[in-house]
């Protein structure tokens, strides 16, 4: 069986079927065991073209039963995408096999969903051989749906989709769940071409192939489910393209209304424009609630398109102007000033009186306390614990506290039960395959680390492995002790970020930790959530500790967490201990702590083009603000948490950023410069979730200086809304408490968009969310800083005007007059344009 084996791996479906087709049945089936036996040998081995259809041709001719073949063919080493159907089929007609149609449907229901492509013509080449009905699971349907637009690279030219469309023989069967599965509809633009699938479908309509009143029913059924934009894209345009008649519309009014109150906005003016080519068809009891509804909505033309048709039809029907003017004056309420002043102007031209209504103004802010912060869980001393704690680790980002916490479990546990800890630790670790693709040359890297110490923890032997790569990154951070910040030799700076020196070899410190006798736990273990140690917690650790050694790089992170000041009467205590480390603690509460650094604001440019072929490169910002920083003068820093440099666009990120701030959480300013390059990525290149530590930094302490202002603008302007409510809760934290340097965030929002660094329009959500929640003189502040440097440039970026307005109404309601420079200079232009009429509501407000 050699040869076949080697005809096999080689792809030559020939010589394949040439040695099944000398075979009786008995050969056959004991060739079928050898073949699974084979695959499974070789794990590291692609199927793929020719050698996947060779692999199938023998499934077919070999196997006993379509489970059997469609487990074979179901592995993830075997890819099916280009598998040849006739050869199988022909391989199967042979030998006389009654499972085909079984074995179709059996791999059909392995399809991937995410990647439907992945054996669906394959699949769909049996099902059609066999004349039997399609499957109508999701992956099937969707596979059927990208196939539509994509033309395989090896296939000959294909007839034009609505001829392949009219002859499909899974058109009937399958069209319905085309509006049904969720997503799919971006599946229907894979060849490149949005309008080709929906054009085909409005043709068969129109030819009487397909029932137009079903097409339409669905394509209602299927925008009021809704689904992502780019999903419902498609439907959007098949209705555009099936154009319903008035009769059409009025027969199905009641699910237009519930689009144009409460789809989004693409589809809701689909629905808008259809209701009002209706005209009088549509009752106005009906359309009442709908349009109360749309006046509320942030979509602009969508609403000054609901004020038209509202007012033309209060100018046709005059008896039921006084109705049609009360639901004008909802609009009155919008957030769009423009649009309240429409509103308004519209329903008291239709005869509305607005109630007079006493204005009360505040001084501040009206924001509740701010919380303290949770203190940190216990630590664990339960088996049970500490493995359900890792396993929620792995496989997402890991939380600083939980980190904390499983490390200080890990010693405690591995120095007290390490038999019992390997049996129960272990098996969890390779079920999630920790340490699978680690690479022991990768030696500084903090995530191989942190998967080294676990195995370490749970498998002795592991442990054994290890010890000489973590007393090399011991012996080469001997020179890179914290202190003493003065009168030390210079030491050269680290080529590492500084989080990932301290962490890794922190790491290797535990690492060697593990081997010992009873250990009491981390000193460095967080008494807050922040990450913050309390100073008398670290007194009591050291006390207790005796004449046991302290680990250099557990102190080391211990005292970085304490909070800033002097405390005499604890240094006292500390140095009473008469120990080395009592004498650490106490010159540290006695104020020889972690300087502060000098900061400079620096705008860099994109790295430069590496070489003809980065495409990454054009994606880049051609322009950044970041904060850097340096020692101030006679500081040595030799882990290189004080050195900040002005790194250009498309560095390399060190990631973690969940940790920064509780490696440093009583110096909010510096931890936020050194995330800065990461922050700004979620405005700038679009980055996800990059902004998420910011109410992080606005729970730690310390002043938050230029780098937390910048980081906070660059959140505000974040491309994700995940981010931008990161952004949000870490301003109104800091609101709440007092310390938010309210003019520095609007500073920088204002020149990062006038210089085009960020998209101004991001930031206007966040803002009004955030006068919504009581911070209304905290955002007049920023907006009264932000507004020189937009209106000072020859053309205001998009957002200008809607800041103007939400500046108006702050001013007006918190009563604080602020002067902004630029502002008399844009009314003085004239003109009735968006911008100098919300700079003239302004200036009007602060009495200019």
Known sequence: MTDFFESLVRGDVAAVRSVLHAMDEAARRALGDELIAHVRRRQDH?????????????????????????????????????????????????????????????????????????????????????????????????????????????????????????????????????????????????????????????????????????????????????????????????????????????????????????????????????????????????LSDAARTVL??????????????????????????????????????????????????????????????????????????????AASLPPITDMDELVEEVSGLLGRRWPAPAVERVLDGLVRLATTERDRLAAVLLPVLRREQVGAYDHMWAVFNLSIQLHGVLLAAAAPAEAATRRDQWSGILSESLTRTLRPFRNRPAVEPPRRPALTLLYCTRLAEIGQRMDGRDDPGLLAAPTSATGALDPTALY??????????????????????????????????????????????????????????????????????AGKYDFGYDRLPPRRTVVASAPPDGVTDPLGLLTVPAQPVGHRHSGWSDLWPALLPGQRGLAAAHLLPEIASAAQQDARESATVLPMLAECTGAGGPALDLALAYGLCARHEVDRAAALDALLMLAAAGELNAPGVGGHLGALAADSQVTLTRAVTPLRDAVTTGARLSVWRLLAAALPPLLAVPAPPRGTPDLLTLAAETAAATGVRIQVPGLADVVARGGANRLVTEARRLATTLNL
Do not use: C
């Not at 349907?141 to 499909?168: F, I, K, N």
């Not at 005059?318 to 329903?347: F, K, S, Y």
């Open 540 to 609: 009591e650790r050291l006390a207790a500790l005796g004449d046991r050694p302290v680990w250099r790089w557990d102190l080391t992170q211990a005292l970085l967490r304490l909070p800033a000041g002097v405390d005499e009467a604890l240094a006292a205590r500390a140095e009473a201990l008469h120990t080395a480390a009592g004498d650490e603690l106490a010159g540290w509460l006695r104020g020889d702590a972690l300087p502060a650094p000098v900061y400079r604001l620096v705008t860099v440019d994109r790295r430069e083009r």
């Open 46 to 286: 692609w199927w793929w073209g020719t050698e996947a259809t060779a692999l199938a041709v023998a499934a077919v001719g070999t196997m006993s039963t379509a489970t059997k073949a469609s487990t074979l063919l179901g592995r993830r080493s075997v890819m099916l995408r280009d598998v040849d159907p006739e050869p199988v089929v022909a391989a199967a007609r042979q030998r006389g096999v009654t499972w085909l149609a079984d074995l179709a449907y059996r791999l059909a229901e392995r399809l991937r969903r995410r990647e439907p492509w992945e054996g669906w013509h394959f699949t769909a080449g049996l099902l059609l051989a066999e004349k039997v009905a399609p499957p109508t699971e999701d992956a099937f349907v969707a596979g059927w749906a990208y196939a539509m637009g994509w033309q395989r690279p090896h296939d000959p030219p294909q007839p034009p989709l609505l001829d392949r469309l009219r002859a499909d023989p899974f058109l009937d069967a399958l069209l319905p769940r085309l509006f049904e599965v969720d997503g799919l509809g971006a599946d229907l633009t894979a060849g490149g071409n949005g309008q080709a699938v929906p054009q085909a479908l409005a043709a068969l309509a129109t030819e009487g192939r397909l029932d137009r009143a079903a097409l339409l029913d669905a394509i209602l059924g299927r925008l009021l489910r809704g689904d992502r934009p780019a999903a419902l894209r498609p439907f959007l345009t098949l209705h555009e393209q099936l154009a319903p008649t008035p009769d059409e519309v009025a027969a199905r009014a009641s699910a237009y209304l519930r689009l144009l109150a409460d789809a989004p906005g693409p589809v809701a003016t689909v629905a808008q424009r259809a209701l009002r080519e209706l005209g009088d068809a549509v009752e106005l009891e009906s």
């Open 296 to 373: 509320t909505r942030p979509e602009k033309a969508l609403v000054r398109a609901q004020l038209s048709w509202l007012d033309r039809l209060a100018r046709q029907h005059p008896e039921r102007a006084a109705q049609i003017a009360d639901i004008l004056a909802v609009g009155a309420d919008h957030p769009a000033a423009d649009l309240r002043d429409r509103a308004m102007t519209l329903a008291q031209r239709q005869g509305h009186q607005p109630v007079a209504t006493a204005t009360v103004t505040a001084a501040g802010d009206d924001l509740p306390n701010p919380p303290q912060p």
